[in-house]
């Protein structure tokens, strides 16, 4: 490569880093969102959920436009939307606002990311190596995404995640310009789309179940941690961190076997695996997430990586072809989360009660002043009122605590047992979702199967 | 392909199927599919109550009998109704959550009471001749009372004069 070609490609690279970083760099501040914005967790996903679906929507129409119009101009204009949504984001103050600049922010990434794969053969030399930085700036964004967005919002604000993309977008912008400034419009949009020929469509069809666990993988997990077991964003983002991390390991693994399907079904299998594994916690402690996590992790570097290979191999303009597998990718992850969101939703809220409930009777059952445990109900029952629909948080309930150490001490456990309680409900609360999130992994198995065999 | 890039292909697979199984099978043996809320015990069913031996064990089982009673009649279970009538705005929300008016609450309360008195003279807290007329006493009592000897069943059965009149000199002989 070029000295001259290198603040170019890192530009591009950039740029896909940062656009399908946003697809993810929300999730760890959904809760912040949902609290701030006062809304439902059904409405809270949306943020995540309209973002995903324009641009599964938009990439493939964006890569024809890049074609057309001239990959340069798209890029750059792509960038500015997104930078320019990215700011009415930060700037939202009702979920309305919100989503509807995360559309248009989508449309401006999907621009953008599609047409710097147009770009990239030019500047790095060949469609090949253009492929694998692509796919390695976007895989990048997408595992720095929720650790980056989890210190924001904790140490900043959640409204600071989209600021901070509007100077970085720009920044990805000024490179591009040069290229824009030269090229001018092909006109080939009817040609290209007789020549293209059609998608990789068992490829592109696994893409999209594995993502959509996947999306879950993350999503249900960063719920469970920050809803359910009350850790801090920062906190939640360590924990998630566990991911990409895996998934560098996993990308190691990926270079040492050559067959694209044995790849693809072993990280199916994987996902699959750490997402029952979180479903059967047999404990609320972050130790016991790490495991799953690491399968889920490496087992996505394998998946993700073999079929986008798949998809992209011998299939030309790569910039097309990268869009349908954009396009597969954020529409697993939108069905993934329309269809398990009303499910733990409801799960949530069942579980909730329940622990409450059981809470309640070790409250009843204990051999304390019956006084002073009518007295912890109440207090439990107002404290379930001032956070109507979430896990509440006990320590209120139980402050002060009785001067009597033997009181003080019957009290402490029962807050202990409680918890636990709490703790049980939440977890369990996930079970069903990251269950069936583990099935569309295995699902995934079938067109994995499928993708060589029969290339359509 | 090369045979060698097809047995390590193989190897990866054979290798993920195991350390998924591994790994779920280790949370199902450490209890990954019971770990869940326990669950409430049917306030219908009997509670058979421990040997109290001090006015407060007796009180403290006369409450959870008075609540399994009461939520027996309304239908919810002894830890909604405990919560329900910890205090009015709470009482509020459950009648309208439930909808159950007041007399009908009152019914369930009263009840839940006569079963207390029952369950404690079948645990040999409350000898016959003081348990008849307590249960006469509570049947006829307003709800705002009967919701008071729920959540103060040691006041009530320390302090039944008001209820019995002279028998509070017999309760107070048998009465630890």
Redesign the interface.
């Known amino acids: 490569m070029e000295t001259s070609a290198r603040p170019r490609v890192a530009a591009l690279a950039l740029a896909v880093g940062v656009v399908l970083a946003d697809s993810s760099i929300v999730v760890l501040a959904l809760p912040e969102i949902y609290r701030e914005l006062d809304t439902s967790i059904t409405g809270v996903t949306w943020v995540l959920i309209s973002f995903n679906l324009v641009i599964a929507l938009a990439a493939v129409p964006a890569a024809l436009i890049a074609r057309r119009v001239g990959p340069g101009r798209t890029a750059a204009v792509g960038l500015a939307i997104f930078a320019g949504a990215g700011l009415a984001c930060g700037l939202a103050d009702d979920l309305s606002t919100l989503i509807v600049a995360r559309c248009v922010q989508a449309l401006g990434g999907a621009a953008a990311v599609t047409a710097a794969l147009e770009l990239l053969p030019a500047t790095v030399g060949s469609e090949r190596r253009a492929a694998t930085v692509w796919a390695a700036a976007g895989a990048t964004g997408a595992a720095l995404g929720p650790a980056v967005g989890g210190i924001l919002t904790e140490l900043v604000s959640w409204q600071s995640i989209f600021f901070i993309q509007v100077p970085v977008a720009l920044a990805a912008a000024v490179p591009i310009l040069s290229v824009a400034r030269h090229e001018a419009a092909t006109g080939v949009l009817e040609a290209e789309v007789r020549r293209t020929g059609r998608p990789h469509l068992w490829a592109n069809l696994a893409l999209a179940m594995v993502s959509a666990a996947i999306a879950a993988a993350l999503f249900l997990l960063v719920l469970l941690l920050i809803e359910g077991w009350r850790l801090s964003p920062i906190e939640a983002a360590l924990v998630v961190t566990v991911m990409p991390l895996a998934a560098i390991l996993g990308s190691r693994?990926a270079e040492?076997?050559?067959?694209s399907?044995?790849?693809a079904?072993?990280?199916a299998?994987?996902v699959?695996?750490?997402l029952?594994?979180l479903?059967?916690?047999?404990?609320?402690t972050i130790a016991?997430t790490i495991?799953?996590q690491i399968?889920v992790g490496i087992?996505l570097a394998?998946v993700l990586s073999a079929l986008t290979e798949t998809a992209l191999h011998g299939r030309s303009p790569q910039a097309i072809h990268g869009g349908w597998t954009i396009s597969s990718r954020h529409a697993g992850v939108v069905i993934g989360l329309l269809a398990l969101t009303p499910i733990f939703t409801a799960d949530i809220d069942q579980?909730r009660h329940?622990?409450?409930?059981?809470?309640?009777?070790v409250i009843?059952?204990s051999?304390i002043?019956?006084?002073l445990k009518?007295?912890l109900?109440?207090k439990?029952?107002?404290q379930?009122?001032t956070e109507k629909g979430k896990v509440p948080t006990i320590e209120p309930a139980f402050e002060p605590k009785p001067s009597d150490p033997g009181e003080r001490a019957e009290v402490e456990q029962l807050q202990g047992e409680l918890q636990d309680?709490l703790d049980?409900?939440a977890?369990?609360a996930f079970s069903t979702s990251f269950i069936l999130a583990a099935l569309l992994g295995l699902i995934a198995l079938f067109p994995i199967g499928l993708s060589r065999r029969v290339d359509l | 392909?090369?045979g060698e890039?097809?047995w390590?292909?193989?190897v990866?697979?054979i290798?993920?199927?195991v350390?998924?199984?591994v790994?779920?099978g280790a949370?199902?043996a450490?209890?990954?599919?019971s770990?869940?809320?326990?669950?409430?015990?049917d306030p219908c069913q009997p509670r058979p109550w421990s040997n109290p031996q001090t006015l407060?064990?007796i009180?403290?089982q006369f409450?959870?009998s008075a609540?399994d009673g009461a939520a027996c009649q309304l239908g919810v279970?002894?830890?909604?109704l405990?919560?329900?009538?910890?205090?009015p705005e709470?009482r509020e929300?459950f009648k309208q959550r439930y909808g159950i008016d007041d007399e009908k609450l009152a019914k369930a309360v009263r009840a839940g009471l006569v079963r207390a008195v029952d369950d404690a003279e079948e645990a040999g807290a409350l000898p016959a001749l003081i348990a008849g007329p307590l249960r006469q006493a509570v049947q006829s009592i307003p709800l705002e009372q009967a919701i008071e000897i729920v959540?103060?069943?040691?006041g009530f059965l320390g302090n039944a004069e008001s209820f019995l009149g002279p028998a509070q000199s017999i309760i107070e002989q048998f009465l630890p």
């Open positions: 693994m040492r076997v050559g067959d399907r044995s790849r079904a072993a990280g299998i994987l699959s695996g750490g029952a594994g479903a059967f916690l047999p404990k609320a016991l495991p799953p399968l087992g394998l579980q329940d622990a409450i409930d059981a809470g309640t009777a009843l059952d051999p002043n019956p006084l009518l007295d109900a109440q439990v029952s107002d379930l009122e309680q049980r409900g977890t369990h | 392909m090369s890039g097809r390590s292909g193989r990866l697979v290798g993920s199927i350390a998924s199984l790994l779920v949370y199902l450490a209890g990954g599919s770990y869940e809320p326990e669950k409430v015990q407060g064990q009180a403290n409450t959870i609540l279970s002894r830890e909604v405990a919560r329900a009538l910890a205090t709470g929300r959540n103060d069943a040691e």
